[in-house]
């Protein structure tokens, strides 16, 4: 009967008629061994579950939310504006003078970099706000919930040019390098029309802009802008 009544649970959980549970049991003898062990293997499964939904979601390098976690973040706040009378800002940052000192120093030097950027960006923001990574030396920051976006936008973008300008130490090399960042604001009313492709393609040519402008600076979307297309020849664009 111990063991009928085991195996039903055990049944049921697979079978989805169950939620999955760890089993309670007060005996001391093989039928709790099994029990045990089967809440041993629950909770390893239930581990590696947590630790792919968060490679899924984040950027393995820095740690920062991935293109497919922001994306997700993008969506939600845009419908959650099409409600309100707040705007949001979406910040492009390309890194000026990455792609020279991966080259002379190696890709774990430049992964070293990396992280301390990630870093010092996440160091800019608000806890509501999202740093993310694109891949290479790409990052997008998600300012949410203001009045005025552009203006939170452009403080964080100087924050971010500030911080970045001081040397970053990897070992007993000083590194210095800049960044290139294009903003891409929406309000309430835009909401509706706006997509997380439009606001990313929009601050992506804004920060060609600021590339053009002599880099280390930034720029803001503007409709009556044409923006710079994309350079495949960029010496700092990293894929």
């Known amino acids: 009967s111990p063991i009928s009544r085991l195996a039903e649970q055990l049944h049921g959980m697979a079978e989805g008629t169950l939620p999955m549970q760890p089993l309670h049991t007060d005996r001391r003898d093989e039928i709790a061994d099994v029990a045990n062990s089967f809440n041993h293997l629950q909770r390893k499964l239930l581990e590696q579950e947590h630790r792919l939904a968060e490679m899924a979601h984040h950027d393995t390098l820095t740690g920062l939310p991935n293109r497919h976690l922001i994306n997700e973040r993008l969506e939600r706040e845009l419908k959650r504006l099409r409600r309100s009378r707040h ?14 000192v991966n080259d002379h120093y190696g890709h774990q030097v430049g992964d070293l970099l990396l992280r301390e950027v990630a870093s010092r960006l996440l160091g800019t923001v608000r806890d509501i706000d999202t740093v993310a990574r694109l891949g290479g030396d790409e990052f997008l920051i998600l300012v949410s919930g203001n009045l005025s976006p552009g203006e939170a936008a452009e403080r964080v973008a100087q924050s971010c040019i500030a911080s970045l300008q001081q040397p970053i130490m ?4 000083a590194i210095h390098v800049g960044v290139s960042i294009g903003i891409a604001c929406t309000l309430g009313e835009q909401a509706s029309t706006t997509t997380p492709a439009i606001l990313m393609h929009q601050a992506d040519s804004a920060m060609y802009r600021a590339k053009a402008a002599g880099r280390n600076c930034y720029a803001i979307f503007t409709p009556e802008t ?14």
């Open 87 to 100: 705007g949001l800002a979406l910040l492009f940052l390309d890194l000026d003078g990455f792609k020279p």
């Open 170 to 173: 990897i070992g007993l090399e």
């Open 226 to 239: 044409n923006p710079t297309p994309p350079d495949n020849n960029d010496p700092d664009r990293t894929t």
